[in-house]
């Protein structure tokens, strides 16, 4: 039974560009939530998407978007990249918004 | 933010039991507290959660005050792989805040 995928697992871009992450939810699971994870921090909730819509947000600007696709994988876009936005992004899935999530081990984005 | 209050770090001798302290006096009576932990380069992983009475399952125990402004975790028998951050978080709707946590050293 697969958890909860993410990919890439490390990149790097400068300032500027825009990225767009991945995250296949834990079989069963149909709520992707997503978190930004700077060093030494806890995670902080960006947005929660459920049947293809947002559903909840974070304290998080315009520059980050998301999207669910029909087979409930999601995507995490952020444009306008800047320095701050170096962090490990977490993906976390359940069923219905549901707790407890299950977390998968993140994406490591650098800004340089 | 966070609702919850919790030591930065603690440390445990290896084999013992480990009691992680966290206080949330502002939980509302729906409200349950969960718990994770996330060792060095993973994501979180779920321990137990809780809303009255105590609960116990294969990897921990959790005790909550019977005013429900505090609860502690207990690993019965910490070993070197139990050395990770542990975040204790009140639910709020259907997103986790987490706080800072501590950060459970096990000493050999």
């Known amino acids: 039974d697969a958890g909860v995928t993410q990919s890439p697992t490390h990149l790097i871009k400068t300032r500027g560009q825009q990225v767009t992450l991945r995250c296949s939810p834990k079989s069963g699971h149909d709520t992707v939530s997503w978190y930004q994870q700077a060093l030494g921090q806890g995670p902080q909730f960006i947005f929660q998407y459920y049947e293809e819509e947002e559903r909840q947000r974070g304290n998080f600007p315009d520059r980050f978007s998301g999207h669910q696709f029909p087979n409930y994988s999601s995507e995490l876009n952020v444009n306008a990249l800047l320095l701050g936005d170096s962090a490990l992004y977490l993906c976390?899935?359940?069923?219905?918004?549901?707790?407890?999530?299950?977390f998968g081990d993140g994406t490591r984005l650098s800004i340089l | 933010d966070a609702k919850t209050t919790q030591p930065p770090s603690m440390d445990c001798a290896e084999g013992r039991a480990a009691n992680l302290p966290c206080n949330h006096s502002t939980i509302s009576g729906n409200e349950y507290v969960y718990w994770y932990r996330q060792i060095h380069s993973q994501g979180p992983q779920y321990i137990i959660h809780?809303?009255?009475n105590n609960e116990t399952n294969e990897m921990a125990s959790l005790i909550i005050t019977e005013d429900r402004k505090s609860s502690t975790l207990i690993l019965p028998h910490a070993t070197l792989r139990d050395t990770a951050v542990y975040y204790c978080?009140?639910?709020?709707?259907?997103?986790?805040?987490f706080g800072k946590g501590t950060r459970l050293h096990i000493l050999p």
């Open positions: 976390a899935s359940s069923l219905q918004g549901n707790l407890p999530q299950h």
């Open positions: 809780g809303l009255k």
């Open positions: 978080i009140v639910r709020a709707g259907d997103k986790i805040i």
